[in-house]
């Protein structure tokens, strides 16, 4: 199925959950916030989070700095 991640188009295989995206995205145990069609999904319930065809997804990365 299609989702829009960060705002380009990519397949993820159905069914999908955001903890799945994660691993797929190479992003496993990094320090971000998502959001799907504006709504923030607490981490608690990322593999819980099913996905939909043509969710918008949005992650985004805690970057430290000084």
């Known amino acids: ?6 705002g380009q188009i990519i397949e993820v295989p159905q069914p999908c959950n955001l903890a799945d995206l994660l691993a797929q995205q190479q ?8 959001e799907v069609n504006q709504e923030l999904v ?7 989070y099913q996905l939909a065809a043509n969710d918008r997804v949005e992650i985004i990365q805690a970057v430290g700095g000084g």
């Not at 607490?42 to 819980?48: E, H």
């Open 1 to 6: 199925m299609q989702i829009i991640l960060n």
């Open 42 to 48: 607490p981490r608690s319930q990322f593999a819980d």
């Open 27 to 34: 992003l496993t145990g990094r320090r971000l916030a998502i």
